[in-house]
């Protein structure tokens, strides 16, 4: 059976992983692919919409373009930042810094509670539907063993707290929705790329990889789920 699917964020290694999955599961699945980046797909069920997760304006147009289509089954957010050139995670409470902390939260955290605001309600209602946001291991707060990398980890704890929030009030008027939080392990991305020599043998996964055992563990949840951040592997993380 077709699903109707946005991913938004497509233009990352994870976001495109994410369309291609769909696409190869079925052809038939549509697709909105919402990037900041002009996208060209030779699948005429894929449809890239401009958005940026900065700007409101966008979420807002991107939102009502993709409601053209009716609802959707899954919405899966894959966006977010560690690093660039002018951001890099803080060793040390030394290193804090204002600005650094507001863009980090502008993409990891502002950014995707704006985007439930337009998009929770084009969520399927008659029927399962889900709505996922890539979050992070390290955004545990009770997980927390070595410190450091403060503003990332704030961000998606702060996320976490949205996802939580979220999942309360949607339950009330669309029971069937999940909303949950995905931790895809390391990735061998731009945004892993610095730290990748840390990671231990076999713990680097290919988007590919950590996209198949992600959209396992979604396939899997139920509305009892909702509220909750899932691990590659289907493990439950505590906040």
Known sequence: MSE???????????????????????PSNIIYSLSRKEIEYSN???????????????????????????????????????????????????YLDKEKFEKVFSINTFGPAIISRYFIPLLNKEKSSFLGFLSARVG????????????????????????????????????NAIIAGLHPGTVDSNLSNPFQKNVADGKLFTPDYSIEKMTSVIDNLTSQNSGDCFAWDGERIEF
């Not at 919409?49 to 900065?54: G, K, M, N, Q, T």
């Not at 070595?146 to 949205?162: D, E, P, Q, T, V």
Request: glycine share 8%; proline share 2%; aromatic share 8%.
């Open 4 to 26: 109707k699917v946005i991913i938004i964020g497509s233009s990352g290694a994870i976001g495109s992983g994410f369309v291609r999955y769909y696409e190869n599961k079925n």
């Open 44 to 94: 005429v069920n894929i449809k890239n919409v401009l958005i940026d997760i900065e700007n409101e304006e966008t979420i807002r147009s991107a939102a009502s373009i993709c409601s053209e289509q009716g609802s959707f089954d899954k919405i899966i957010i894959a966006t977010g930042v560690l690093h660039d050139e002018n951001l890099s995670p803080e060793k040390s409470f030394r």
């Open 140 to 175: 545990s707060i009770s997980d927390n063993r070595i410190g450091g990398w403060y503003s990332y980890r704030a961000s998606k704890a702060a996320l976490n707290m949205i996802i939580k929030s979220l999942s309360i009030e949607v339950a009330r008027n669309n029971p």
